[in-house]
């Protein structure tokens, strides 16, 4: 019976509303039309809208929901392909956020089965053999079947698929050392950005993806470019361009671009969304936390993030670090070497141990082990096109010939120096710039103090007081007892100033949002930076500041 004044939409129609809505970012409207469709008639179609739409919202235990339901009623309907799809998806959740690997490949499995009971030259096909190549195994075996793929999706005229396997293809051979896997990940970013994707899934792999891969290879820049060339994808389909259990890579980048304040809230962030069950982007978001807080010469605040995860892959390095910031040199090298001798690992990943690996057997004054891991570095780094293997290569070069009294150790550490530099690496530029000084200290004293002076404006700008504290030895150690005069604030961005002059108004952090169209959290990362480079304590005194600048 129908109701005076309510219109009765029939279901196509209202499928049809909730997949526009989907498509223009609105996940309110997509879910309410989806719901509504439900409502009249339970089918596969519209509870996959709704998951869809609930996972837009970001509301992924819901979208898991009601994915499982969509399978169950594809299966009903008789829909083997939209049976497939759904139990691929359903994969895609329950390894990407869970870390069920298992549950994934079981998932996986069966969307194989049911394909082999349809038609033959599918799209479905394509997504089968891009898990099969996800799967892992012989790296040219992995290549056929993402090309594989790749030309499936262009037959069938399906740009999700496409794209994702283009991305998968080019990590795949990012992480293995190849160079050429850039341009395949840089071709599917191009497709995302020209708005060709439709499925957030999708997106959200291949951004989590270049995530990863710029992590792994410390290209900041890569990732910065990416994001801005996204922007405009974001404003327009109503997207947080960095979703999810992506936020733990991008953390990683912005910890090694010294953007320590945005860093902390990307990975406070990730640790919001995803509750205890989510076990692997959990750790994955503790371990960055824990480099963060080693970087920040929090030290105690890194070891209990880092306890209980001792087995996790990603851990090795926070904790090998930790030991060699107190003094547990002989500990950081037995897991350094144990790590390196259990297997393959991504070229990135081994080059980061390596230079650790360096740093503990100096700090043990065993110079030729120092020398072996110097030479398998080196030799890694070879093979690289990328520059952060080859700055970490010439700095463990250049620590080496200070330790040994040969080769030439300015060049080396120039050269680390310009790569750290270029790549856009503040904490490791600092670093190596202060070995520079020490390099420099008995044979060109006044050379070693400027470098060493410009190092420790860096780390004060950072706020890594360990850092700090290392330079202002040094400094200390070549007859400079105290900095030369004040200290040069740095200088504040457009935005920073802006929220400064706020401030001198007496404003709050809510009503500096509203003046400034940006939430309150944003507002309290810039007043975090304004405070750390004005050199001040509280934000009275920046007010104070604000207003004698006035």
């Given at each position: ?58 509301d ?56 082999e ?30 090309l ?10 399906d ?14 051979l990012v ?23 439709e ?15 710029c ?46 304040a ?9 640790m ?99 020398a072996?891991?110097?030479?398998r ?5 070879e ?61 060109n ?30 400094l ?5 007892g105290?900095?030369p ?34 939430s ?24 104070a500041?604000?207003t004698?600048?006035?």
């Amino acid at each position: 019976m129908r109701l005076s004044g309510v219109v009765e939409h029939p279901v196509d129609e209202l499928l049809w509303e909730g997949r526009d809505a989907y498509r223009r970012g609105d996940a309110d409207c997509a879910r309410l039309a989806f719901e509504r469709a439900l409502e009249q008639r339970e089918c596969g179609e519209a509870l996959e809208g709704l998951a869809k739409a609930l996972h837009l919202s970001f509301d992924y235990p819901a979208a898991l929901g009601a994915y499982e339901r969509a399978y169950a009623a594809y299966r009903r309907e008789g829909n083997l392909l939209g049976a497939a799809r759904a139990a691929r998806t359903l994969g895609w959740f329950r390894g990407s956020l869970y870390g069920d690997w298992a549950v994934y490949r079981g998932w996986v499995g069966r969307a194989r089965t049911l394909l082999e009971q349809a038609e033959p030259e599918s799209n479905e096909q394509g997504w089968i053999l891009l898990s099969q190549a996800q799967a892992g195994g012989d790296l040219e075996h992995q290549r056929g079947l993402y090309l594989e793929a790749i030309q499936t999706a262009r037959r069938c005229g399906d740009a999700d698929l496409e794209c994702e396997a283009l991305a998968s293809l080019g990590i795949m051979l990012v992480v293995s050392g190849m160079a050429e896997g850039m341009a395949y990940l840089d071709e599917a970013l191009a497709t995302v950005c020209g708005g060709e994707v439709e499925e957030l899934s999708v997106m959200e792999s291949v951004f989590c993806g270049l995530f990863y891969v710029c992590e792994r290879t410390n290209d900041v820049a890569r990732a910065e470019q990416w994001l801005r060339a996204a922007d405009s994808l974001a404003r327009r389909r109503k997207l947080t361009a960095v979703a999810g259990y992506c936020r733990a890579y991008y953390g990683g980048i912005l910890t090694a671009a010294g953007r320590w304040a945005e860093a902390e809230a990307e990975l406070n962030a990730a640790m919001r969304a995803f509750s205890a069950d989510h076990r692997q982007i959990r750790a994955n978001v503790l371990c960055r936390l824990a480099d963060l807080r080693l970087r920040q010469g929090r030290i105690e605040e890194a070891a209990e993030l880092l306890a209980g995860l001792h087995e996790h892959e990603d851990a090795v390095r926070p904790l090998a670090a930790l030991h060699l910031a107190r003094g547990e040199a002989p500990v950081a090298r037995e897991l350094l070497e144990h790590a390196l001798g259990a297997g393959a690992m991504e070229d990135a990943a081994e080059g980061s141990l390596l230079a650790l690996l360096v740093d503990a057997c100096l700090a043990m004054g065993a110079v030729d082990e120092a020398a072996h891991a110097v030479a398998r570095l080196s030799d890694l780094a070879e093979s690289q096109s990328g520059g952060y293997l080859h700055a970490a290569a010439a700095l463990a070069n250049g620590k080496l010939c200070v330790a040994t009294g040969g080769g030439d150790a300015r060049k080396c550490l120039h050269e680390a120096l310009d790569a750290f530099a270029r790549a856009q690496l503040p904490v490791e530029a600092a670093r190596t710039r202060l070995e520079l000084a020490r390099a420099l200290g008995s044979t060109n004293p006044a050379v070693a103090i400027a470098h060493a002076r410009k190092a420790l404006d860096s780390f004060e700008w950072l706020q890594a007081p360990r850092d700090a504290d290392a330079a202002t030895a040094l400094l200390r150690s070549l007859g400079v007892g105290s900095r030369p005069g004040p200290v040069t604030p740095a200088r504040l961005t457009r935005r920073e100033t802006e929220v400064l002059e706020l401030l001198g108004h007496g404003l709050t952090n809510a009503e500096i949002g509203e003046r400034l169209f940006i939430s309150a959290k944003t507002v309290e990362h810039h007043v975090g930076r304004v405070l750390a480079k004005l050199g001040v304590r509280s934000r009275a005194q920046a007010a104070a500041h604000a207003t004698r600048k006035s």
